[in-house]
């Protein structure tokens, strides 16, 4: 595919996101296998629509300063335009300043007219001649969030809660590109032969700091190779690894994954319980489970059920040994991975997804065994879906304690940013994870009262 051609499927995948509000990282999955891009082309055609939504706002800012008319005021298709070229002119070196003014006037012509295009030619080589605008907002919320582009009530949040400095290193990590960690299933494989294979293949494979059975690799779609295929590894975040080392499954045990898709976590769980015991892995959305069904299949899993079910009327009582509750969250310690959620979440979604995190907690811990133990975990960084959601969770129910064995459970340079001796808040970043929070509970064997 031409460079031209990769810049008008950039376009057409930037226009969708904005249009249906689709998740990035799923639409672009669909652009690439629709495209059947080469490995360059696809790089490239990544960068462009992930590096577009991550810097969208200071674009933004350049474009309104050099623009007669508000960027909101353009045609959709001609701001996701100059949006794109803006980018490469600002971050890729990869092709020259004139050749992105050309590529871009032709899409002009082709979408447009000869007004459109002459607009675009005037707009970029102006940049071009006077540089990017400054950024020079007194207020240091509206600053940071123009230039990380943000929301300014994400920074304004964060701030809150983690002071200035912390928030503006949050919101820098979200425009770094994100590690590719891959977890090895060690009942068919050693780590070893893992890292041979892959290698074999061409991926550069380096040792995960925090888990011995899993790696950190680059230059290749770990998703593409044999060892994926014949279920040797798992594509998985290291933080959402961290939570199932918090639940400890230990053999025999009968454990719920009440909020399951896509199964990652509680594949990892089938996979420590080395096939014994039980795992019920349940998802509100039949096509999800079978997401989940699938991935046990591929890992050759037959201790684990997938079922359809709403965690928020489990009428179970006292059913399982274990229980991780990886509940719906607002998502703001993934956002490298979707960058368009800066511009499609509401500051309002938190109070919203805050009420049915305690439903489902509520429900799921009707289903715990006394002496049982309940790991909660969300991958963001909001004090309220996190700490807050702990605190009344442990106000409402007496018989909870905080499980403070948790600590003792985990890697020693994960247990240096623990928040308590039973709760971790991971930033993005931080130690090359994504942002996540993770709390262990135990059900005390007294009744409740």
Known sequence: MAEASVREAALDALLRIEKNQAYSNLLLDEVLKKHQLSSRDSGLLTQIVYGTLQHQRLLDHTLAAYSNRPPDELAGWVRQLLLLSLFQLKYLDRVPDHAVVNEAVNLAAKRGHKGISGMVNGILRAVIRKGFAAVEAEDTVTRTAIETSHPDWMISRWTRQYGAETAADIAVQNNVPPVTSIRVNAMLISPEEVRSLLEEEGLTVRDSPIFKTAFRVSGGSAAATEAFKKGFISIQDEGSMIAVQALDPEAEDIILDACAAPGGKACMIAERLNNSGRVTARDLHTHKVKLIESQAARLKLTNLLAETGDARSMEEEAVYDKILVDAPCSGLGVIRR?????????????????????????????ALKPGGRMVYSTCTIDEAENEAQLQSFLERHRDAEPDETMKSRLPENVQQLMTTESSLQLIPGKIGTDGFFICSLTKSKRQER
């Open 338 to 366: 979707k960058p368009d959620m800066k511009w499609s979440k509401q500051e309002a979604d938190i109070e919203r997804l805050s009420r049915l995190q305690k439903d489902i907690l509520d429900k799921a811990w009707r």
